[in-house]
């Protein structure tokens, strides 16, 4: 069941050879800038990532498109319903890489020759429950603060181009396991498995298409994971869980369960914070007393 919106958002990827992503580029500019879609598209010479919203019309129009390309009729396409943009403006660029490792070229990770496992939800869900697994968190701290995995193993990592070393210094945690790594769509999990190979690991599986597809499926609802998954657009977070869902994140002013992410209102700050309706009501939107002194103070100056 599905409700109609006159919005939708697109989150996708594609790793295949782009042999002029410059020309790429153009095009699909063109094509974008025609149906009025905003968000964020990379190409680069190992493919495409993108996610877009627009008119429910345009957005299909979009999809048709690509599927109407010999290279693309099989991108697998994540769609969200929404009222209205989610992004403030289109930014199409080439890139060396669609996601990257920071690795040096002759060891970067092609997911077409190198990558783990794919699991559907429903093997991911079944995988978590072996007590020989691991659930490895592919994506940055700021993401994971707002929901995960339960029992998931979450790096530290403020970049994707961190893991590398994350997982050197962390072998011990990983060696004789059955690795599980997941992320928001499932691009990064396809080099970060593949990395996890690269390095003699030998159990590796990814959760296929992401965060956003398990809390998709009928059957699996999301289950087991905690909070909502974090998402680089207006919306900030997006719920995953249906089944048995848990806020873990808390607001910053009163500890309660909280996860409204906001931007501190004090623009040299601008912090990401977690903060609920009543402390924003009281407090307004401040991720600290000292942001919200500043800001009360030139106002007052002003008057
Ligand atoms: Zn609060
Ligand atoms: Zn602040």
């Known amino acids: 069941m599905s409700i109609t919106t006159p919005f939708q958002v697109l989150l996708y990827y594609k790793y295949f050879p782009i042999e002029d992503p410059q020309q790429y580029v153009a095009d699909h500019r063109a094509l974008c800038e ?23 019309s345009a957005t299909e129009h979009y999809i048709a498109t690509m599927q109407g390309c010999e290279a693309t009729h099989d991108v697998d396409f994540k769609i969200d319903p929404a009222d209205g943009h989610v992004f403030e403006k289109l930014s199409i660029k080439a890139r060396d890489e669609i996601v990257t490792l920071g690795l040096p070229n002759e060891e970067d990770i092609d997911p077409n020759q190198t990558t783990g496992v794919y699991l559907s939800p429903k093997e991911f869900y079944a995988a978590m429950q072996d007590p020989n697994a691991v659930v ?8 994971w603060q707002l929901g995960r995995f339960q029992d998931a193993l979450c790096p530290d990592v403020g970049n994707f181009r961190d893991f590398p070393e994350w ?8 060696e004789g396991k059955r690795i599980l790594t997941y992320c928001t769509g499932g691009i990064r999990c396809e080099k970060l498995s593949g990395f996890l190979l690269q390095e003699g690991f030998t159990n590796v599986s990814q959760l296929h298409g992401g965060i956003v597809t398990y809390g998709r499926d009928e059957e699996i609802q999301g289950r087991d994971f905690d909070g909502q998954c974090y998402v680089f657009d207006q919306r900030v977070g997006v719920p995953v869980n249906t089944a048995n869902p848990k806020t873990i994140s808390t607001c910053a002013h009163c ?11 004090y623009k040299p700050c601008n912090a990401q914070f977690f903060c609920c309706e009543s402390c924003e009501d009281v407090k307004g939107r401040f991720c600290h007393e000292s942001c919200c002194s500043n800001v009360v103070g030139n106002t007052s100056v002003e008057k």
Do not use: F, M, Q, W
Request: proline share 2%; glycine share 14%.
């Open 34 to 56: 025609e149906l009025d879609l905003r968000g964020r598209v990379l190409v680069a010479k190992e493919g495409l990532n993108g996610t877009l919203s627009g008119k429910r």
């Open 167 to 174: 997982i050197r210094k962390h072998r011990a945690d990983l």
């Open 255 to 265: 500890g309660e369960p909280c996860d409204r992410y906001r931007n501190c209102g």
């Open 136 to 143: 490895l968190d592919g994506r940055n701290d700021y993401e």
